[in-house]
T-cell receptor, first 109, second 115 residues
Framework: GQSLEQPSEVTAVEGAIVQINCTYQ??????LSWYQQHDGGAPTFLSY????GLEETGRFSSFLSRSDSYGYLLLQELQMKDSASYFC??????????FGAGTTVTVRA | EAGVTQSPTHLIKTRGQQATLRCSPI?????VYWYQQALGLGLQFLLW???????NRGNFPPRFSGRQFPNYSSELNVNALELEDSALYLC??????????????FGEGSRLTVL
């Protein structure tokens, strides 16, 4: 089976940097994804890491260390619209995507 | 291009009844995934269909079932509804076994309330 751990809540001010950590335990690990979900909305894909290292997409970056079973999502230059829930998700070799419980990010003015 | 569409948006049932939720994937996508998201919680994997076959299922009782049609649309059936089945049911699609980027395309969900 799979288990993922991420913080439940993070609060920061506009313009700040937030790092959301995710540790996982899984068999048949393929990669780590990140999704964003605004209240009442559909989760939307942010990034995917299959190999160790940092992937940058605009203000958001994602990192993976396979040896440490650890990854993080970095949100830079926070904006009010970034207030949402962020989920890490592990892709395993049975093509299942298993999600963490999510981190609620609140951006204050 | 239309995204993943789900119906109904909201559904209210009573305990013991059955609920049927429907999902149309993005054109060209052959895989459909169903997830349950209880209030304030993460997404729990329910079922995965690909090319009309059930490929994997999560840790849910057999009263949660579904199918995928030849046009790749899917329906989720929940029998003998219980209060704890109240949740947002999310459908997602991807290319055939196409999780090469770990990307699923989600619909807006069907909110099921069991009274």
């Amino acid at each position: 089976g799979q288990s993922l751990e991420q913080p439940s809540e993070v609060t920061a001010v506009e313009g700040a940097i937030v790092q959301i950590n995710c540790t996982y335990q899984t068999s048949g690990f393929y990669g780590l994804s990140w999704y964003q979900q605004h209240d009442g909305g559909a989760p939307t894909f942010l990034s995917y890491n299959a190999l160790d290292g940092l992937e940058e997409t605009g203000r958001f970056s994602s990192f993976l260390s396979r040896s440490d079973s650890y990854g993080y999502l970095l949100l830079q230059e926070l904006q009010m619209k970034d207030s949402a829930s962020y989920f890490c998700a592990v892709k395993s070799n049975d093509y299942k995507l298993s999600f963490g419980a999510g981190t609620t990010v609140t951006v204050r003015a | 291009e239309a995204g993943v569409t789900q119906s109904p948006t909201h559904l209210i049932k009573t305990r013991g009844q059955q609920a049927t939720l429907r999902c149309s994937p993005i054109s060209g996508h052959t895989s459909v995934y169903w997830y349950q998201q209880a209030l304030g919680l993460g997404l729990q994997f329910l079922l995965w269909y690909d090319e009309g076959e059930e490929r994997n299922r999560g840790n849910f009782p057999p009263r949660f079932s579904g199918r995928q049609f030849p046009n790749y649309s899917s329906e989720l059936n929940v029998n003998a509804l219980e209060l704890e089945d109240s949740a947002l049911y999310l459908c997602a699609s991807s290319y055939q076994q196409g999780l090469s980027t770990g990307e699923l395309f989600f619909g807006e969900g069907s909110r099921l309330t069991v009274l």
